[in-house]
């Protein structure tokens, strides 16, 4: 930075030395003139803002012209004459200023007394560092006021960690334009202003509030690891609030009026100080998950709404300011009907204090009927025979935890469960976890027997979820186990038992009485008779069969079953009658002789020819004594066994899953050679019976991706509700009935995912190997069979843009109530990965709501999802934002208008906005 020049000066002998452009004179120390100051000629670009602290201007020596005599062309001007203009200085870039600016602050700190000196004039004090204060601590949050503003635009506050007392008052008069009431436990709320003057640019953006038609309802309340103390009442009025979560907090109680937010989907009150509920929280209807654990509450009077005299389920809680604010709202006429996880883990309560049952009858129960998932750990339990027998009629019960509860062997008696009850007790529960509690394994194993819950106990706890008729069952210390883990111990055990069967069989194997030896020795009279030599642990155990768990497991089900019999009915041990152990999967192969692979192969080889033979000879077959593979081991030998499978048919959701056919790899890429290869799937699954291949089921069930023959002679066809044929490639074809006729009528989701289906679909109308095949279109095909379709998935197939048809669209997806049987309507609709170029076809769907102002006015329309993900869509059709659509997927495709924020950060709803506005 080039430095300008002082201007030359003019001094005379009778006046003092003009002072240059940076100088200033000052007088001396006796002198009494004034000091004589000149206006300092900045150096420095305008556009520069000065430093912060001024800087002390240096002094300079009088330059040696100063000191001549002067000339009598300057003892005429005046001295405080202005000097001649400086020339502008050049522009400093960006590097010059930012040096300057450094310099600047260098100098001020230098100039500033050094931290010893500080010490010694003002003491350690003054040296002591100050406490932060919040604003200080603000870590770049928005402030609570500017939080609660910003929440009218999208609906979501989050307020958590910030040591509030209550909810602010501003969150009422901000959003309601009301003031709330002065609440008792807090007098004085905080500022919640803090931090904004130290931001300008929050503070300007605070004002630009949303107008009172863009504002959106308060739809999550998120306020948890506060102090809050109390709620407003007045905290009802926010009547679209779908999730509220107050855990980590200091409620000891919650106004009545909270039971009035009938919209509650998430509700978590955990880690509070609750000792009680209002009582028509227990009737909300739309709470899905509830969590109250670590709280105080001694009951769960889930019938309290409805039996109360006093309370009335259908009314609304009466409002403090007076009657005619109050308004009628629907509660639930049963407790929490869509609760489905409730976590009451960590408080006071017993099985006595829930309310479980209609005065213990079997019909009726005050329990939710939708729970799923129950959590009971760690409360003092105590009997809860009456409680679980209330819990095994609940039919969606999947898991109940009662970790480190105070429960024991009373609450499990041998007659806990009914056999002949419909449907059977506990029909979905996969997971009861006991852990740590005085109850005991034989205990639970009578008390669960598999004739009475109709399921296969697992006492072995691995992260992996049961399969299907599978119930874990937790007791004692948990150790989690690993899938390999479990499987080593298994085959351990089986070698160590057939190790020692063999040692008993060389031992006695050449007496003729098996176990007995050939002659006894007989004692003689002059010697001392032997004392009969003590069995070790494991010879009773080979005499009594028990080498095995699961023949213990049995031997103790029949002693306690036995035992109770003979409690019962007065009758001796041995007129009891014991139920009929269940053998073990390994137990049935290792009688069959299908512990190896190879055996496993001959049985299915074996099965195969039996029903060829069978077939085509119309012969009865050949009766054995041992069990018959065919029924044991390979349960799909025919296709209505296979379809009947529960690998394949799920009863409790009237589900039909095929497995998946693909066409045979190249034999040289998958063997290294090419002399054979296998039409049957390599991909094995755990079948039902075994660790058996998935070739048993596919070899029985026919290739085409859709058979519907086979499956419309099933007994379930008629109730059928979901049909899934995901990768089903080998013959994209479909097997119908020689005339069209409806065969699942109640059918609602067909998924086609990854079948390698095109526009058009080969058909064949008989059930012979080569019987002649037409084309017909997939989509009205799929329409026709179909009425009650709900969700169709053709996702990574080869459709194109000529399939999706204004006619053919409209056909599949609106109702129609004038044809029989009528057709419901389509709600789901996937497309991904296809061959799309445009969706053309939904311009002329789009018809039906121009003109419409509500699209509830369209009665035929129910489609709520449309998945055109991953294809070549080049344009979007502006009259697709007229469709009243509830999810809209586009990503994956080529078009580039509108650009992808607009979906990312809007969504559906912005998108279909977005078109809507190039209509209008």
């Given at each position: 930075m080039s430095r300008i020049p002082n201007p030359p000066t003019r001094s005379t002998p009778s006046s003092p030395t003009k002072p240059s452009a940076r100088t200033t004179l000052r007088a001396t120390a006796g002198s009494t003139t004034p000091t004589l100051r000149t206006r300092t000629i900045s150096t420095v670009n305008s556009?520069?803002?000065?430093?912060?602290?001024?800087?002390?201007?240096?002094?300079?020596?009088?330059?040696?012209?100063?000191?001549?005599?002067?000339?009598?062309?300057?003892?005429?001007?005046?001295?405080?004459?202005?000097?001649?203009?400086?020339?502008?200085?050049?522009?400093?870039?960006?590097?010059?200023?930012?040096?300057?600016?450094?310099?600047?602050?260098?100098?001020?700190?230098?100039?500033?007394?050094?931290?010893?000196?500080?010490?010694?004039?003002?003491?350690?004090?003054?040296?002591?560092?100050?406490?932060?204060?919040?604003?200080?601590?603000?870590?770049?949050?928005?402030?609570?006021?500017?939080?609660?503003?910003?929440?009218?635009?999208?609906?979501?506050?989050?307020?958590?960690?910030?040591?509030?007392?209550?909810?602010?008052?501003?969150?009422?008069?901000?959003?309601?334009?009301?003031?709330?009431?002065?609440?008792?436990?807090?007098?004085?709320?905080?500022?919640?202003?803090?931090?904004?003057?130290?931001?300008?640019?929050?503070?300007?953006?605070?004002?630009?509030?949303?107008?009172?038609?863009?504002?959106?309802?308060?739809?999550?309340?998120?306020?948890?690891?506060?102090?809050?103390?109390?709620?407003?009442?007045?905290?009802?009025?926010?009547?679209?609030?779908?999730?509220?979560?107050?855990?980590?907090?200091?409620?000891?109680?919650?106004?009545?009026?909270?039971?009035?937010?009938?919209?509650?989907?998430?509700?978590?009150?955990?880690?509070?100080?609750?000792?009680?509920?209002?009582?028509?929280?227990?009737?909300?209807?739309?709470?899905?998950?509830?969590?109250?654990?670590?709280?105080?509450?001694?009951?769960?009077?889930?019938?309290?709404?409805?039996?109360?005299?006093?309370?009335?389920?259908?009314?609304?809680?009466?409002?403090?300011?007076?009657?005619?604010?109050?308004?009628?709202?629907?509660?639930?006429?049963?407790?929490?009907?869509?609760?489905?996880?409730?976590?009451?883990?960590?408080?006071?309560?017993?099985?006595?204090?829930?309310?479980?049952?209609?005065?213990?009858?079997?019909?009726?129960?005050?329990?939710?009927?939708?729970?799923?998932?129950?959590?009971?750990?760690?409360?003092?339990?105590?009997?809860?025979?009456?409680?679980?027998?209330?819990?095994?009629?609940?039919?969606?019960?999947?898991?109940?935890?009662?970790?480190?509860?105070?429960?024991?062997?009373?609450?499990?008696?041998?007659?806990?469960?009914?056999?002949?009850?419909s449907p059977p007790p506990f029909a979905e529960l996969r997971v009861l976890d006991l852990g740590e509690t005085r109850v005991t394994k034989p205990v639970v194993e009578a008390a669960l027997r598999a004739d009475v819950i109709n399921k296969t106990l697992d006492w072995d706890i691995?992260?992996?979820?049961?399969?299907?008729?599978?119930?874990?069952?937790?007791?004692?210390?948990?150790?989690?186990?690993?899938?390999?883990?479990?499987?080593?111990?298994?085959?351990?055990?089986?070698?160590?038992?057939?190790?020692?069967?063999?040692?008993?069989?060389?031992?006695?194997?050449?007496?003729?009485?098996?176990?007995?030896?050939?002659?006894?020795?007989?004692?003689?009279?002059?010697?001392?008779?032997?004392?009969?030599?003590?069995?070790?642990?494991?010879?009773?155990?080979?005499?009594?069969?028990?080498?095995?768990?699961?023949?213990?497991?049995?031997?103790?089900?029949?002693?306690?079953?036995?035992?109770?019999?003979?409690s019962s009915a007065g009758a001796s041990t041995s007129q009891t009658r014991a139920p009929v152990p269940q053998k073990e999967i390994w137990e049935i192969e290792a009688e069959q002789g299908l512990l190896t692979a190879g055996g496993r192969r001959r049985a299915r080889a074996a099965a195969m020819a039996a029903n060829l033979s069978a077939s085509t000879e119309r012969a009865p077959p050949v009766q054995s004594a041992s069990p018959s593979p065919t029924t044991d081991i390979t349960p799909s030998v025919s296709t209505s066994s296979a379809l009947c499978n529960p690998l394949c048919y799920n009863s409790a959701t009237q589900t039909l899953t095929l497995p998946p056919s693909n066409p045979p790899t190249s034999a040289k890429n998958a063997f290294g050679h090419a002399r054979s290869f296998s039409l049957a799937p390599s991909k094995s699954v755990s079948s039902a019976l075994g660790d058996s291949s998935s070739s048993d089921l596919s070899l029985a069930i026919p290739t085409p991706t859709l058979p519907l023959v086979a499956i419309a002679s099933q007994s379930f066809a008629a109730k059928l509700s979901c049909l899934v044929l995901n990768n089903r490639r080998m013959d994209p074809c479909f097997n119908l009935l020689a005339e069209e006729s409806i065969v699942l009528p109640l059918l609602e989701e067909l998924s086609f995912e990854n079948c390698n289906l095109g526009d058009t679909v080969s058909v064949s109308r008989s059930q012979e190997a080569n019987a002649p095949r037409t084309n017909e279109s997939l989509i009205p095909l799929l329409t026709r069979l179909f009425p009650s379709l709900r969700m169709l998935d053709l996702s990574y197939n080869h459709l194109t843009s000529k399939a999706l048809g204004g006619d053919v669209l409209s056909d599949l997806i609106l109702t129609r109530t004038d044809i029989d049987p009528p057709r419901k309507g389509l709600r789901h609709l996937r497309l991904r990965g296809n061959k799309l170029v445009d969706i053309d076809g939904f311009i002329s769907v789009s018809g039906l709501f121009k003109g419409h102002k509500d699209s509830r006015d369209v009665e035929s329309w129910k489609l709520e999802e449309l998945d055109v993900r991953d294809n070549e869509i080049g344009r979007l059709p502006p009259e697709l934002g007229l469709l009243p659509l509830d999810v809209l997927l586009v990503d994956g495709n080529v078009f580039r208008v509108p650009a992808r924020r607009v979906w990312e950060r809007e969504g559906t709803k912005g998108l279909l906005g977005w078109l809507r506005g190039r209509i209008e």
């Open positions: 556009r520069v803002r000065p430093p912060a602290s001024p800087v002390p201007p240096l002094r300079k020596k009088a330059s040696t012209k100063s000191l001549n005599s002067p000339s009598k062309a300057t003892s005429r001007r005046s001295p405080v004459e202005e000097p001649p203009p400086v020339p502008k200085a050049p522009a400093l870039s960006i590097k010059e200023q930012i040096a300057l600016r450094r310099a600047e602050a260098l100098k001020a700190k230098t100039s500033q007394p050094s931290s010893s000196t500080a010490l010694a004039s003002d003491g350690l004090d003054d040296e002591i560092p100050e406490a932060p204060t919040q604003q200080d601590l603000d870590l770049g949050r928005w402030s609570v006021k500017e939080t609660i503003e910003r929440a009218r635009s999208s609906g979501v506050l989050n307020i958590a960690s910030r040591a509030l007392p209550c909810l602010p008052s501003a969150l009422f008069e901000i959003h309601l334009g009301i003031t709330p009431e002065p609440l008792k436990l807090v007098t004085v709320e905080p500022s919640i202003t803090t931090g904004e003057s130290s931001n300008p640019r929050r503070k300007a953006t605070s004002q630009n509030a949303p107008s009172w038609f863009e504002a959106q309802d308060l739809g999550v309340l998120k306020a948890w690891s506060n102090e809050i103390v109390e709620i407003q009442p007045e905290i009802h009025m926010f009547g679209s609030l779908k999730t509220i979560d107050l855990h980590n907090n200091k409620l000891a109680s919650i106004p009545d009026t909270f039971a009035d937010l009938t919209a509650l989907v998430f509700l978590d009150l955990s880690h509070n100080q609750l000792n009680s509920l209002p009582t028509n929280i227990w009737a909300l209807p739309n709470v899905t998950t509830l969590n109250l654990s670590h709280n105080a509450l001694t009951a769960l009077p889930f019938s309290s709404p409805f039996t109360l005299s006093n309370s009335k389920p259908v009314s609304r809680t009466r409002d403090p300011r007076g009657d005619w604010f109050g308004q009628e709202v629907t509660r639930a006429t049963q407790p929490l009907p869509r609760l489905t996880i409730l976590d009451v883990s960590h408080n006071p309560l017993t099985a006595s204090s829930i309310d479980h049952s209609h005065n213990d009858q079997e019909d009726g129960l005050w329990l939710p009927n939708g729970l799923t998932k129950l959590d009971l750990s760690s409360n003092p339990l105590g009997n809860s025979a009456s409680l679980l027998r209330a819990l095994s009629r609940l039919r969606s019960l999947r898991e109940i935890k009662a970790e480190l509860a105070e429960i024991g062997n009373e609450s499990f008696p041998v007659n806990l469960l009914s056999a002949n009850s691995t992260d992996e979820a049961p399969s299907t008729g599978v119930l874990r069952v937790m007791v004692g210390k948990k150790i989690i186990k690993e899938a390999w883990e479990i499987e080593a111990e298994r085959r351990a055990a089986m070698r160590l038992n057939k190790g020692r069967n063999t040692n008993l069989e060389s031992s006695f194997g050449d007496s003729p009485f098996g176990s007995l030896p050939m002659k006894a020795p007989v004692a003689k009279a002059h010697q001392p008779a032997k004392q009969e030599a003590a069995k070790e642990a494991w010879e009773v155990e080979a005499e009594q069969g028990l080498f095995t768990e699961g023949a213990k497991r049995r031997a103790r089900a029949q002693a306690a079953a036995a035992a109770q019999n003979s």
